[in-house]
């Protein structure tokens, strides 16, 4: 075959360090908007991008050329120097050292990008601990607390 083709989809979330609560909802689309561009520059289109103030959601294709690692260094580099520009109250963000990355069928992505917009809703009752608990038993990957939480 002479073509290269590829449909990879993921879920990508991390925190801000600490989970502060740093993304005001006065500037969090304009991080979502910044997230996605990000991503796309790196060829990985971003479908759906979300949060709420102490962490973000990615729905992406991921691009054959690159690896995760970079992908997410890039992306959290990226952002992490863009909101420093954002006036004083950012001086010293940053986001967390992990992250979570999860692989999605097509079947699944809708599902996916639903629930990235309802953020808002879902974070009144859940924390981003126990949803990033959650999603770890979803997508079957085992959490050591002791390494998960920076």
């Not at 991503?39 to 690159?66: K, M, N, Q, W, Y």
């Not at 309802?118 to 607390?145: I, M, P, T, W």
């Amino acid at each position: 075959m002479a073509q290269s083709l590829a449909n990879i989809l993921l879920h990508l979330t991390f925190s801000t360090k600490d989970r502060r609560r740093l993304i005001r909802r006065d500037m969090q689309a304009e991080l979502h908007q910044y997230l996605a561009g990000t991503c796309a520059h790196l060829g990985c289109p971003a479908h759906e991008v979300g949060g709420v103030d102490d962490h973000v959601h990615l729905a992406l294709s991921f691009s054959r050329t690159i690896t995760v690692a970079k992908l997410v260094e890039e992306v959290k580099k990226s952002s992490s120097k863009w909101i420093k520009t954002k006036g004083r109250d950012y001086h010293d963000f940053s986001w967390q050292g992990g992250y979570g990355i999860f692989s999605i069928g097509q079947s699944g992505f809708e599902a996916l990008r639903r629930y990235i917009r309802g953020q808002h809703a879902h974070h009144k009752n859940v924390s981003f601990q126990d949803e990033f608990r959650a999603l770890c038993r979803k997508y079957g990957v085992d959490l050591d607390e002791q390494y998960a939480w920076d």
